[in-house]
Nanobody
Framework: QVQLVESGGGSVQAGASLRLSCTAS????????MGWFRQAPGTEREFVAA????????FYADSMKDRFTISRDNSQNTVYLQLLSLKPEDTAVYYC????????????????WGQGTLVTVSS
């Protein structure tokens, strides 16, 4: 059974950068497409980015593709999300998960969610 643990969140000023990590334990995730989502208070979980098992193919929400970069290091069993030029509206809990079946843009297609890491951006 796999467990995902997110880290790297924090409280920052607008314009700052953060790198989030999602590290898997229990088994290798190198054959899995992985996704990042975020959820702000009172809102639904929102797709941020996804990456294929090889790292060759990446997918982004249109509103985030210019500032966020997803990557992975299969030797470390870890997926990353680089956040640049953060804005107050980026404040949310960021989650990673493993893609199962269905659309990679939908949270219902994912399983084995981590506990999330909180990103707070102040103006």
């Amino acid at each position: 059974q796999v467990q995902l643990v997110e880290s790297g969140g924090g409280s920052v000023q607008a314009g700052a950068s953060l790198r989030l990590s999602c590290t898997a334990s229990g088994r290798s995730i190198f054959t899995n497409t992985m996704g990042w989502f975020r959820q702000a208070p009172g809102t639904e979980r929102e797709f941020v980015a996804a990456i294929s098992w090889s790292g060759v193919n990446t997918f982004y929400a249109d509103s985030m593709k210019d500032r966020f970069t997803i990557s992975r290091d299969n030797s470390q069993n870890t997926v990353y999300l680089q956040l640049l030029s953060l804005k107050p509206e980026d404040t949310a809990v960021y989650y990673c998960a493993i893609l199962g079946r269905g659309s990679l843009y939908s949270p219902t297609s994912y399983h084995d969610w981590g506990q999330g890491t909180l990103v707070t951006v102040s103006s």
